[in-house]
């Protein structure tokens, strides 16, 4: 109510200055357009009264002292130009005469010459006051023209400012008074109102899931209210009815989200073992005299996602993060490249900034890492793509090391985005959401940061940034 009363009385006052700004701007024009009317209609009669001949040369003369007499009987400054544009007479009473109105603007000649009604108003601010200056012809009585007249007028606003000055000060104090009574009125019936409110939003706030609730009881009160208590008081019996079902629901669904995460994190490092021993079987020679190398690389991978499934179950077991964090100083660069040994698909490229760059991160984190989001690309490019590309890029600034994962597959849709960071895993084949709740929350524990762009039907890329240090 208070605000209404507020609104009112701005809006009005708005409107009121409007319409009395509107006001002075008409009463301005219409009386500058009288004064004009009246000055012609003087200057007619001298024209037809005078002996000269009417010529624009002789306007000097036939105007020598009438053009006082006109200005003292309309009170207002006349100036008459030649059709040039050059003064030829003024009833200004001054010993010398303005340098700059000698001459008018070649802008009022064409405006004056072009328009159809051959007038034009000049309207200028000078020291807070507005002046309206008029240019129209004169006419010989052969409607000839011989000159321009040229009429300065002030525009006076003393009267309506001070008029609306008064009308706000009433204003303000008749809405002032109603903003007092408003406020009066407004306080008994919010008592009125919020009594039984109140009642109700103490047992509200007192509500709580583990123990066992009061009903309310209200003896008087409006149909609305009584229906809130029903409406309450039935919520509580339910609230009741489902708080041991809840709790049931909870720990098996606890134990449900366990077993997937741990399904998920283990079939993570076999999927690669797996690859590394059918790469190997295909490729072993035995008369390969590199086979002693190649056998240790393979030795290496196998053993490195051993260590990973040994972490996590370790992990698991004690109810940890998994696996659990640790900082080594580690050569990003190389450790990227070597989690990208695992794969067999030979449209997986790297790019590095440089061949050593430096940070302190968990080995075996930064694997699971990237190893996670290229399989999320690769599951992401259709079967019978074939320009399949993924790129894995490593670079730095300053402070931080970035690692980006960029593929061609089919894109992340828009109701999706919000949740492929959710704790939350399936097993479908197109790779969006899997894992990445983990990859977010390895890379936030090391105050980093994971963010993906992505374009349906042309790809994803995902950034991960970390500190270097």
């Given at each position: 109510m208070i605000l209404l009363v507020l609104l009112a009385s701005g809006l009005i006052a708005a409107v009121t200055i409007y319409q009395y700004s509107e006001e002075a701007k008409d009463?301005?024009?219409?009386?500058?357009?009288?004064?004009?009317?009246?000055?012609?209609?003087?200057?007619?009669?001298?024209?037809?009264?005078?002996?000269?001949?009417?010529?624009?040369?002789?306007?000097?003369?036939?105007?020598?002292?009438?053009?006082?007499?006109?200005?003292?009987?309309?009170?207002?400054?006349?100036?008459?130009?030649?059709?040039?544009?050059?003064?030829?007479?003024s009833s200004k009473r001054t010993l010398q005469v303005d340098p700059n109105e000698r001459c008018l603007d070649a802008e009022i000649l064409n405006v004056l010459s072009n328009t159809l009604e051959h007038r034009y108003v000049l309207k200028n601010k000078v020291s807070g006051h507005t002046f309206q200056s008029s240019y129209s012809y004169i006419m010989d009585e052969k409607f000839k023209n011989i000159a321009i007249l040229n009429l300065p007028y002030l525009e006076n606003d003393d009267f309506f400012n001070k008029e609306l000055k008064e009308f706000l000060f009433r204003l303000a104090y008749a809405y002032l008074v109603l903003i007092l009574v408003a406020i009066i009125f407004a306080y008994f019936i919010s008592?009125?109102?919020?009594?039984?409110?109140?009642?109700?939003?103490?047992?509200?706030?007192?509500?709580?899931?583990?123990?066992?609730?009061?009903?309310?009881?209200?003896?008087?009160?409006?149909?609305?209210?009584?229906?809130?208590?029903?409406?309450?008081?039935?919520m509580i019996d339910e609230l009741e009815a489902s708080a041991v079902k809840l709790a049931t629901n909870e720990r098996e669904q606890a134990w449900r989200e366990m077993a997937k995460q741990v399904a998920h994190e283990i079939k993570n490092p076999l999927t690669p073992m797996r690859l590394t021993v059918q790469s190997f079987e295909r490729k072993f020679d035995p008369q390969d005299e590199n086979i002693?190398?190649?056998?240790?690389?393979?030795?290496?991978?196998?053993?490195?996602?051993?260590?990973?499934?040994?972490?996590?179950?370790?992990?698991?077991?004690?109810?940890?993060?998994?696996?659990?964090?640790?900082s080594e100083i580690l050569n990003v660069a190389l450790i990227v490249k070597m989690a990208l040994d695992i794969f067999n698909e030979d449209y997986i490229e790297f790019h590095s900034e440089k061949d050593e760059i430096i940070a302190k991160f968990d080995r075996t984190q930064l694997i699971r890492v990237v190893t996670n989001l290229v399989k999320n690309g690769i599951q992401s490019i259709p079967d019978n793509s074939e320009n399949s590309k993924i790129s894995v890029c490593v670079f730095s600034d300053t402070n931080n090391v970035i690692i980006t994962i960029e593929d061609n597959g089919s894109g992340i849709p828009d109701d999706t985005k919000a949740k492929i960071f959710e704790p939350k895993f399936t097993t479908k084949s197109s790779g969006m959401g899997l894992g990445l709740g983990m990859v977010k929350n390895i890379v936030e524990t090391y105050n980093g940061s994971i963010t993906f762009t992505s374009q349906l039907g042309k790809g994803t890329i995902f950034t991960v940034t970390f500190p270097k240090n």
């Open positions: 009463y301005h024009k219409e009386r500058l357009e009288r004064k004009e009317k009246a000055i012609k209609q003087s200057i007619d009669f001298v024209i037809r009264e005078t002996t000269y001949p009417v010529t624009t040369e002789n306007i000097p003369l036939i105007f020598k002292d009438e053009i006082f007499e006109i200005d003292a009987i309309h009170n207002l400054q006349i100036k008459l130009y030649d059709l040039d544009g050059q003064l030829l007479k008592k009125f109102i919020t009594k039984s409110l109140k009642t109700i939003s103490d047992k509200m706030s007192e509500t709580r899931l583990e123990k066992r609730n009061k009903k309310i009881e209200i003896e008087s009160s409006s149909e609305e209210i009584e229906t809130l208590v029903n409406s309450y008081n039935s002693h190398q190649k056998l240790k690389e393979y030795s290496n991978t196998l053993i490195q996602q051993i260590d990973i499934l040994s972490s996590i179950a370790s992990a698991f077991s004690n109810f940890a993060k998994m696996p659990a964090q640790k």
